[in-house]
């Protein structure tokens, strides 16, 4: 049997935001030094009225910033309503005049990929299509189970919960009987006219095709689970719990969310291990403002968690039990475990060097022999700073709204613009503590706080996507029986 030794937790393509450093600077006093002082304070007078940024301006910039936040959230909740709404409409006129049934539905909408993006199409288009339009919307996604990424760190350390990161399909998109097919497997390859099926070989025809791939990453967990199958993907979890169990050192290679949450439990949990944080920027959380990096590296030092900085991993030497850094250093180690092609020969020229999908304002990829082809989520090259869940649904919003204009009779107007709320984020620092950064670049807010539940309440995100918390009656042990999670 190999002995345990140090996990090493790649921490590659987390979900992060943006944020630009912001330091406020002190107020400038003006006051004569050839006469004598008065016993009040001096007066604080701005210079300059363009360039003050003392006590004042800063809390006027934070109103602001909560004033922008929260018409954001309207708007957000506005668009929820509206979609309700549609919805029940399309309801009721299907009630009173009928609907078009599967097999007259001769007119597709191809969905590629289910998370976030995807998944979110599905749900606005299918939810809210006429009663008796000819069209039906099909959903090509490879994952038995919508994989919530959110919590993977969290259960890369704590045993016991694996299995909740994984939310059963179906429930989250309402829509009439007939409109929504799902397939499970993987899109192989696209034509102008066809999605091709790697494990069926099967090719779906479609007249709208939306590209909501995701990016994946190389080493998969703590980011990504890197596998289709949910018992597949409980199993690595579980794993890396065992190799971080029976390690003595866990190195963690990558300082941005996932990096820092990994560690972090990793040393709450285990405060005896040696838990050390390799990264090659000069900060911690590097995209984010200072207060956020501030506050990263001071819960990890609370903890007891080795933070080394400017630094990265090149060799790993599983026999002698060790890792080397680009400086020369040596960590000594005893387990070691690494923390767009689709549109190619469709649109080449809307591949950009970076391999995501340029896109229109519209999102529809930049080609104009493509108007039918939309991309959303991680693979679209939207300029967004940091991707992640809440630009990806607003992503989605659009799309949808663009697919649902065109198929009745109009052009696609609405466009994507990246808003600074998106790149809001919650920062675990352990298993009880957490911080929370908002900035648009000039101002932020922060909010420390406690938090008591380890599951960082994936509870309620099963029942917001209209499951009974932790009941999976697709789930198969072993000998093929079905069981609850």
Known sequence: MESPGCPWIRAENDPCGTGHVYEESDGRCLYFPSKPRLPCPPLTIPLSSSRFHGPPAAMLAKLGLYARAFGYILVVLGQELSYLFNRAVVRRRAQFSGSTPADGRDRTIVIVGASFAGHHVARLVAGQLPPRSRYRVVVVEPNSHFQFT??????????????????????????????????????????????????????????????????????????????????????????????????????????????????????????????????????????????????????????????????????????????????????????????????????????????????????????????????????ADTETPCPNARSAMRQAATVAKNILSVVDGKQPKHVYRHHWVDTFIKLTLGLDRSATFIGDGHSDLMFKSRDKDVTLMVKSTWARMGLKPFEDEYDEDDSGAKVKA
């Open 150 to 379: 959110w919590v993977l760190p969290r259960f890369c350390v704590v045993k016991g919960h694996e299995h909740k990161a994984f939310i059963p399909y179906g429930k989250y998109v309402e829509c009439l009987p007939g409109v929504l097919e799902w397939v499970q497997d993987r899109a192989a390859s696209v034509d102008g006219t066809h999605v091709r099926l790697e494990k069926s070989g099967e090719s779906i025809r479609y007249d709208y095709l939306v590209v909501a791939t995701g990016s994946g990453v190389r080493t998969g967990l703590p980011s990504r689970v890197n596998a289709a199958e949910k018992r597949v993907g409980v199993a690595l979890l579980r794993g890396i719990q065992s190799g971080i169990e029976a390690a003595r050192t866990v190195v963690v290679v990558g300082g941005g969310a996932a990096g820092v949450e990994v560690a972090a439990d990793a040393k709450d949990l285990y405060p005896d291990k040696r838990i050390v944080l390799v990264h090659s920027r000069a900060a911690v959380m590097h995209r984010f403002g200072k207060r956020l990096q501030d506050e990263a590296l001071e819960g990890l030092t609370r903890l007891g968690v080795e933070v080394v900085l400017e630094d990265r991993v090149v060799d790993e030497d599983s026999e002698a039990k060790k890792v080397t850094l680009r400086s020369g250093r040596e960590i000594p180690c005893d387990l070691f475990s690494p923390c767009s092609e689709l549109l190619s020969s469709l649109s080449p020229q809307s591949i950009s060097t970076n391999g995501y999908v340029k896109v229109k304002p519209t999102l529809q990829i930049a080609d104009d022999e493509c108007p039918n082809v939309y991309a959303c989520g991680e693979v």
